[in-house]
């Protein structure tokens, strides 16, 4: 007998459907759950488990307000009530940010998104919500928000002209300065290639130069050249650069171009070389005048004195005197000529401690003479400075000098000390405790022809801070705080030369 075919009844294929609706409803990785009208929890997904902390059967049965921080707990059975007298309801069908509280009491912010769902043959309908956590997105977004207001913080306060380009050369983002110069809004240079900008409309060479300028810093090259610009303050001169900005790979992926103002430091080089001309001329001419002179004047000098020993008491004092002004003319020639010649340093390795023995043991009998006491203070492992030592004893014995003849007949103390500041520089002082520099002197001390003596050239403080500054270093003058004046030297124990660096270590 022939058995009749198997059929699945309506009852085993609806079975089959749930079961499979089930699955996959418990399947979704992103926490979803079903409520009412009232907001109570119908079903909710396995991963409310991994997220909220809730086991899926304890959030059912539970109004969905348990999943909500206040103030949202509180009013949210007011829209749902709202939303079954009104029908009116700002949440379905759009996605928001909304922030859930966990089982553990912890805070995390999701993205959720709410729809209808009308069952057929029920009198009300259902609502699911899907749930997904973006709280360690919302964190980076915050912590790039906050990176991108310190960045802009820095990049708008740059007093300096600087701007952000793609590699095409199209800009993205230009700073408040460079904004500033141009008299116009950001919006106006945004998204234009930048040698297209109204920066450089006043010439098309340097739009020229510019364009070429990013095409070079675009295959990794940096680019730099001064440029003068046209502004409302009249010209100003700008050194120009444009440094490659690469990724990890080292691709090139954006250009920073940067303008720095140098019209100040432009006109000082100017003043500069105009003053060390004007000395190149006053050295050739002192040379020319010097050898001219030097000659009668020692004979007038000579025939002065042998005059004088034929005279009286009161002619002989007047010869004198006039013998001593050619002789202090003759004087004021020398360091003048010797202020106005460039120096070629001798360089080499010189030991403080050395130095400063030295300049005692010469300067001994003139001390002694004077009732002046000094006294040499080495700091122990001071090390070696790359100098001319002939030219540094110079220095110092003038300073030396100085104060001797400051005290008078008063006689004192002064003090000789070599201490280092860091790995790269030392310090050499001379103090005294004499009666100090007048205010008014202050200012021009170092300057040339500046003197408080009635005797004095007022070229050997300008001759020693040409010294000093040729060796690359700075000196300073100070009252020393019981009384007294302080002359400090720093020196750098590596000297940069034409022809490369010169230390210690390449010297000895």
Same mark, same amino acid.
């Given at each position: ?11 085993? &294929? ?31 997904? &396995? ?38 007298? *009104? ?30 769902? +009308?069952?057929?043959?029920?009198p009300?309908?259902? @609502? ?26 820095? @990049?708008?306060q740059? @007093? ?12 993205? &983002? ?8 141009l ?11 930048f ?28 680019v ?14 700008? +050194?120009?650069?444009l440094?490659?900005?690469?990724d ?26 105009a003053m ?37 008491? /009161? ?16 004087? *004021?020639?020398?360091? *003048?000529?010797?202020f ?81 500041? /860091? ?8 103090? &005294? ?10 200012? +021009? ?20 801070r ?37 230390s ?5």
């Amino acid at each position: 007998m022939t058995q009749a075919p198997r059929t699945v009844t309506g009852d085993q &294929d609806a079975a089959r459907d749930h079961a499979r609706l089930q699955a996959l409803f418990q399947g979704m990785l992103d926490p979803v759950v079903t409520i009412d009208s009232r907001g109570k929890v119908l079903q909710a997904g &396995d991963s409310v488990r991994d997220v909220f902390g809730y086991e899926p059967e304890e959030l059912v049965g539970q109004n969905i307000r348990v999943l909500m921080p206040e103030p949202t707990r509180s009013e949210h059975d007011g829209y749902l009530e709202n939303y079954r007298r *009104t029908g009116a309801t700002g949440i379905l069908g759009r996605t928001r940010e909304f922030g859930v509280l966990k089982k553990d009491g912890t805070s995390l912010v999701c993205e959720l998104s709410v729809s209808r769902v +009308d069952v057929p043959g029920d009198p009300e309908p259902l @609502f699911v919500g899907s749930f997904r956590d973006i709280t360690r997105r919302k964190r980076a977004e915050d912590g790039l928000a906050v990176s991108d207001q310190r960045f802009h913080a820095i @990049f708008d306060q740059e @007093f300096q002209l600087v701007a952000l380009l793609d590699p095409e050369g199209v800009v993205l &983002d230009v700073n408040q300065s460079a904004l500033h110069l141009l008299h116009a809004p950001r919006e106006t240079v945004i998204g234009r290639l930048f040698w297209k900008t109204a920066w450089w409309n006043y010439s098309a060479a340097d739009r020229q130069r510019i364009e070429e300028g990013v095409h070079a810093a675009a295959q990794g090259e940096f680019v730099r050249f001064e440029i003068d610009v046209p502004t409302a303050k009249g010209l100003r001169s700008y +050194d120009f650069s444009l440094k490659p900005i690469r990724d990890a790979e080292g691709r090139v992926t954006m250009l920073l171009p940067e303008g720095r103002d140098i019209t100040l430091l432009k006109r000082v080089q100017l003043r500069e070389t105009a003053m060390l001309k004007a000395m190149a001329a006053i050295g050739e001419s002192a040379s020319v005048l010097a050898h001219e002179i030097k000659n009668p004047l020692t004979a007038v000098n000579l025939a002065l004195r042998a005059v004088a020993d034929s005279l009286g008491e /009161d002619q002989r004092s007047v010869v004198e005197e006039l013998s001593g002004r050619l002789q202090k003319l003759e004087r *004021t020639m020398r360091r *003048t000529l010797s202020f106005a010649k460039p120096l070629d340093l001798e360089l080499a390795s010189v030991d403080p401690a050395v130095l400063l023995s030295g300049v005692e043991e010469l300067l001994h009998e003139q001390l002694e003479a004077s009732g002046v006491r000094i006294v040499a203070d080495v700091q122990p492992g001071v090390g070696l400075v790359v100098a001319d030592p002939a030219l540094l004893e110079d220095v110092l014995t003038n300073l030396v000098r100085n104060a001797t003849e400051a005290y008078g007949e008063a006689g004192g103390e002064i003090r000789l000390c070599a201490e280092v500041r /860091d790995e790269r520089s030392l310090a050499l002082c001379v103090e &005294d405790d004499g009666p100090g520099i007048p205010e008014h002197l202050r200012r +021009d001390l170092f300057q040339p022809f500046v003197t408080g003596r009635a005797e004095g050239s007022g070229l050997g403080l300008a001759i020693v801070r040409k010294i000093v500054e040729a060796h690359g270093g700075r000196i300073q003058v100070s009252d020393r705080p019981a009384g007294g004046t302080v002359f400090e030297i720093e020196l750098p124990r590596v000297l940069c030369r034409p022809g490369g660096m010169e230390s210690v270590e390449e010297l000895s």
